[in-house]
């Protein structure tokens, strides 16, 4: 059977929540390890070592090597930097710093021989999904964003119901369907609540993450609500799409909206865009 090979590039607080989230799941044979900051991923790389012994599925740890990536299936792209938000009030603050990361790490993506899965988790996702299609030159089904599963999820919490739904921008202008304004807006402030009282959130995008994998692994056919390509407006965003490992984005889906909910979508995707033309 063929071994799982999944890179992490940034190890801040997701990347190495997302790295333990996957060796606590058995999601990774092989896991590579890659952040600009060489201490950090010792770090890591010598605390997964420890953990992996208490595991039944004990993954190889990778680090520091690009070339590693040329035969992973999978690269989730966590790179970014949180203290920006510090005096922000939305995620495009990270714009900034975050497309420069990504012009400094596509080219050793494409150095490497890449051919696999790209999910990125760095915000602004959608537009940061796009831009590293871009520069990458990896097909557009196979680049795809975290999206809005984490908030579909906060939504899910916070409505008490499991059958809710969050599409369009993971940011300020998505589109949570079906539900009270007043509980809308809760869902969508869950990740500054936590921000907050932590200084970053983790363990739910991590989560989210692992769940993606999980479904493009087994080739379930399960719709998530994940950012995905849209050729007839030129960019990302969230709807529910059906994915494989081997093609990436096999179907994307847009549920059925009230005339509200369509404007709302049209506006978040002009969102998008425009944050996309800031780059």
Known sequence: MKKMRIGIIGLGHVGSTVAYTLCLQGLADE??????????????????????HNLPNKAVLIKDDDAALKTADIIIFCAGDITVLENATDRLAELRVTSKIVEDVAPKIVQSG???????????????????????????????????????????????RDDVLVIGEHGESQVALDVPDVIEKLAAKTGWEIYAAKQHTAFGIASSVARIISVLEQDTGELLPISSYDESVGCYYSTLAKLSLEQGVVERVIPSLSSTERKRLQASIQTIKGNYDRI
Do not use: H, W
């Open 114 to 160: 890449f051919s696999g899965v790209l999910i990125s988790v760095t915000n602004p996702c959608d537009v940061i999904a796009l831009y590293l299609a871009e520069l990458t030159g990896v097909d557009k089904r196979k680049v795809i964003g975290s999206g809005t599963l984490i908030d579909t999820n906060r939504l899910m919490y916070r409505s008490g």
């Open 31 to 52: 896991l590579v390890l890659l952040d600009k900051n060489k201490m950090k991923v010792q770090a890591e790389y010598l605390e997964l070592s420890d953990t992996i």
